[in-house]
């Protein structure tokens, strides 16, 4: 069919508009996309060297490079600007760019705001960035901000902090907003719901997620700002409030906020093996099903974060199996990526070797997952390396690998060229190595007893923290690679046919590459074999 | 389960990252501790990490053998089976199963850790940025025994000066000492921030959050010393507030606690007796440098704005009275802490005359400890 029907009555709106003022004017989602994916990117190399700041500081015991009170603050960006700045909008960027065009809309639904949503958070982030600044330093609290540290004891520019993070909640609030009411409004005609990609299901359901959560988290910083400047005692202890209710509040938004994080992850991943597998995903319902299930749960396991906080026994016993179940549907989906890639026949292009890199790292953090829920083991590990190894391997080379295997893989139909194929996998190999040598021996520091979140550490933990520090070095710089990459693709390169990829399934893969201004101005007709392969 | 093997993987393990060096023995694994609730622990810990090896093994097996077996480059030809209810069915009950006998050894090790029961010795624990205090609580108020407890190793072993001694950054100038073989209640709670309270050979960790009481327990079986940290981020100093415990035989702990006792009412004697100004100097010094040169620094510049200069300028050089209660009552909302409850009237007589008249500080007059004790008596 052809997806690129033009009217041609107005040339005028059909082109972008030259110049800078495209980007900023810009309403067409495959801009806006493309502006989220690299701010997204700066955000990461940003968050990323910060990274590196903490990292070196790590190499040796005593101090060498940054005091403490500037660790902490590193630490605190870090984290911060990872989740807000890097992880969240590199997912928003990818459904602006692929759900219109993998349901057969034009547009997103809300153009408009979908430009306000992305140019809030420039603004968020130089002003969180801009605390480094001030007087006193940027927050330093960790990026969970935990009540009294940051409220009694927090630095003047706490205040900035919590502005900065209502405006990246506004700016979420509205993407997922647009993304829920293109997704059940602009499907084009046959696309049921049963037949969207699983991309556009997880974005579905982690935008509703959003939803739930972004006020939560504005509500608990709300009530910071009123305790700093108003005087209220929410969370101080010395005027009636609960230093507790701070992190219940907290996790409640935290919680689901980390499967808002994985959830496209496992579109992504679920769009890619098949392809490469050249075989249909085994069980397409089960995983709808899966992701539904795991984003209720995330719900009602938030005080598995709290387990030293001295909850009672009967707490304790409900967080525990509340957490333990969502192992279920977790390991229903890695059962189904492994049933995919069974008695395919595959072939290991750059986005395959990141979504089975996705598969094993993520599995394993999600075993090591599995071990923090339980709670007297808990007790043990609660607050060390360990539980800084668990989180990054599901992050980094969980969510972060299938934002780059999306990159990969889709890259041909944004620019219309393919990358580098040997240079994509020498990134990845390099990435791979680097993940592990950074994040493996943190296992064994945590269990050996070391905490997070110190600028200094005994002397038994000295030689995997040396190794650690290689690896993040190693994968680090790594990415100045796909960036190079990235750049090389954009401005030439083999050119790309429409299909891009033999065992490709799905609307997207209809259009011309690189994909058209505008996209499916008239709606194509769905028949089973374009639907989620 | 063979421990023995255990280890030998985990060290294999380690050494697929270049890591062979002498104390692997425990830097690779979660210690077994020295409590019978840390050995529970380690051994929960050990069944749930072979049941997640035996499940990474099976599920990475399969996926390896397919990347092997099923690739295009040896002519494979993709199948096309899809949704089997059966197997379906059965990758979620089996989980399910697996969840279920873990849970249940996770449920019995909690409960016996939640009994509390009869202690035969409370302590209080108190965390401050950034130190601990103990109150060993007694019916006799002039029993009771109560003391900081703070990091012993110097700042030039931090900033590379001087080598790094054994035990560096987990030695304290007070070690909590308990007896063993005895059920120990500690009762945790803070003065400031949330700070952690955990010791991993007695699988012990409760955060100690201001406006709580919380309660851990523990029974030691081996006398030793066992080395902790602070677990939960508590501002500049988290990384530098160790847990020492010393367990030791009962008549040892009750000979040790006859001596705290003793130094208890000593210092009674000592705030009464007339200090010399070179006596205040002297003992100030030291007690600045417990105290206040953690954020003050040692030659009173500070670093402002959060911990503000002593030298030329501010209370220290002010009116004496709002230096003392300074120092006594702390200042809201900032890291000062109210030092009236951590140091006795002769450590605040000496620590104010030394802020007073040293870095060029000269105003030349002096506070007798006798004066402050009344002060903070209210007589």
């Known amino acids: 069919m052809s997806a690129v029907i033009e009217q041609h009555h107005d040339d005028h709106h059909h082109g972008p508009a030259k110049g800078l003022m495209r980007w900023v004017f810009t309403t067409n989602h495959k801009d806006i996309g493309t502006l989220y994916l690299w701010f997204s990117f700066a955000m990461f190399l940003l968050g990323g060297s910060f990274a590196l700041v903490i990292r070196a500081e790590l190499f040796q015991p005593g101090l060498q490079i940054v005091q403490p009170e500037f660790f902490n603050q590193m630490t605190t960006m870090h984290g911060l600007i990872m989740v807000f700045g890097a992880v969240m909008p590199a997912f928003v960027g990818l459904a602006n760019w692929l759900v219109p065009m993998m349901i057969g809309a034009p547009d997103m639904a809300l153009p408009r705001m979908n430009n306000y949503s992305f140019w809030i958070l420039p603004f968020a982030f130089t002003m969180l960035a801009s605390t480094l600044f001030m007087e006193g330093g940027a927050p330093n609290f960790g990026w969970t901000f935990y009540a009294p540290l940051s409220t009694e004891f927090g630095p003047p520019s706490t205040t900035f902090f919590i502005f900065a993070v209502h405006l990246m909640g506004i700016s979420s609030i509205m993407g997922s907003i647009n993304v829920v009411v293109t997704i059940l409004n602009l499907r084009a005609p046959g696309m049921t719901l049963m037949k969207m990609p699983l991309f556009v299901w997880t974005w579905l359901i982690t935008a509703y997620l959003l939803i739930a959560v972004m006020p939560v988290l504005a509500g608990v910083v709300t009530m910071m700002l009123m305790d700093i400047h108003f005087g209220t005692a929410f969370f101080n202890a010395g005027g009636g409030g609960d230093p507790v209710l701070f992190q219940h509040v907290f996790w409640f938004f935290g919680h689901p906020e980390v499967y808002i994080m994985i959830l496209p992850a496992f579109g992504v991943v679920s769009a890619i093996i098949p392809t490469f597998a050249r075989k249909r995903l085994f069980g397409y319902a089960s995983m709808v099903y899966a992701t539904a299930s795991i984003a209720f749960l995330s719900f009602i396991v938030w005080a598995h974060h709290m387990f030293t906080v001295g909850m009672p026994l009967a707490g304790e016993l409900y967080f525990m199996y509340a957490t333990m179940l969502i192992a279920v549907p977790t390991g229903v989906k890695v059962f189904n990526w492994v049933a995919t890639m069974w008695q395919g026949s595959m072939t290991f292009e750059t986005p395959m070797l990141f979504a089975i890199a996705f598969v094993v790292l993520f599995t394993i953090g999600g075993l090591s997952g599995l071990m923090l829920a339980i709670a007297p083991a808990d007790f043990q590990y609660h607050d060390t390396y360990f539980v800084v190894a668990h989180f990054h391997y599901v992050l980094v080379p969980g969510s972060v690998f299938s934002i780059m295997a999306a990159v990969y893989y889709w890259i041909p139909k944004w620019t219309g060229n393919m990358y580098d194929e040997k240079l994509g996998k020498v990134h990845f190999w390099l990435s791979f190595v680097g993940i592990n040598v950074l994040f493996f021996p943190q296992h064994f520091i945590g269990l050996a007893g070391m905490p997070r979140r110190v600028p200094d550490y005994a002397l038994q933990f000295a030689d995997y923290n040396m190794i650690s520090t290689a690896g993040a070095f190693l994968f680090g710089f790594s990415q100045l690679l796909f960036m190079f990459i990235v750049v090389k693709c954009v401005f030439g390169g083999k050119k790309a046919t429409a299909q891009v990829w033999e065992g490709a399934h799905g609307l997207e893969w209809t259009i011309p590459s690189p994909a058209p201004y505008h996209t499916f101005t008239t709606p194509p007709k769905v028949d089973m074999s374009e639907a989620h392969g | ?379």
């Not at chain 2, 092997?68 to 030809?77: N, Q, T, V």
């Open chain 2, 1 to 379: 389960m063979d421990k023995g093997k255990q280890h030998g993987w985990l060290v294999a393990l380690s050494l697929l990252f270049g890591a062979a060096n002498a104390h692997a023995d425990w830097t690779v694994n979660m210690r077994e501790g020295v409590t019978e609730m840390s050995r529970q622990i380690y051994d929960l810990h050990m069944i749930i990490f072979w049941v997640c090896v035996v499940i990474g093994v099976l599920v990475f097996g399969v996926m390896l053998l397919s990347m092997l077996m099923h690739r295009k480059s040896i002519g494979a030809e993709p199948a096309s089976f899809h949704d089997n209810t059966t197997i379906e069915i059965a990758w979620t009950v089996i989980p399910v199963i697996i969840l279920v006998v873990m849970a249940i050894p996770a449920t019995t090790t909690l409960n016996a850790m939640y009994d509390i029961g009869e202690s035969d010795i409370d302590i209080e624990v108190r965390g401050y940025q950034w130190k601990w205090q103990y109150t060993y609580i007694n019916d006799d108020p002039a029993k009771e025994v109560k003391f900081m407890s703070a990091l012993l190793t110097p700042s030039e072993e931090i900033n590379n000066l001087t080598p790094k001694r054994e035990h560096y950054l987990l030695d304290v100038d007070n070690e909590l000492v308990i007896p063993i073989n005895k059920r120990i209640r500690f009762l945790i709670t803070s003065q400031d921030v949330i700070h952690a309270w955990w010791v991993p050979d007695f699988a012990v960790k409760k955060d100690a959050v201001p406006g709580y009481i919380h309660e851990a327990w523990t029974n030691v079986i081996e006398p030793g010393i066992y080395r902790g940290q602070c677990a939960e981020l508590c501002g500049k100093n988290h990384g530098f507030m160790p847990i020492v415990v010393r367990a030791v035989e009962q008549a040892e702990y009750e000979s040790w606690l006859a001596e705290k006792q003793q130094e208890a009412a000593d210092v009674f004697d000592i705030v009464g007796k007339e200090w010399t100004m070179d006596e205040l100097m002297a003992e100030g010094e030291s007690v600045y440098t417990r105290n206040c040169a953690t954020c003050h620094q040692a030659n009173g510049q500070g670093i402002p704005p959060a911990f503000p200069s002593l030298v030329g300028q501010g209370l220290a050089v002010g009116a004496i009275e709002a230096h003392i209660d300074i120092i006594v009552n702390g200042k809201a909302g900032t890291a000062m802490q109210a030092f009236g409850a951590q140091i006795n009237a002769a450590e605040i007589a000496a620590v104010v005359t030394y802020e007073r008249n040293a870095w060029g500080n000269n105003i030349g007059d002096l506070v007798q400890p006798k004066v402050i004790h009344e002060q903070l008596t209210g007589q």
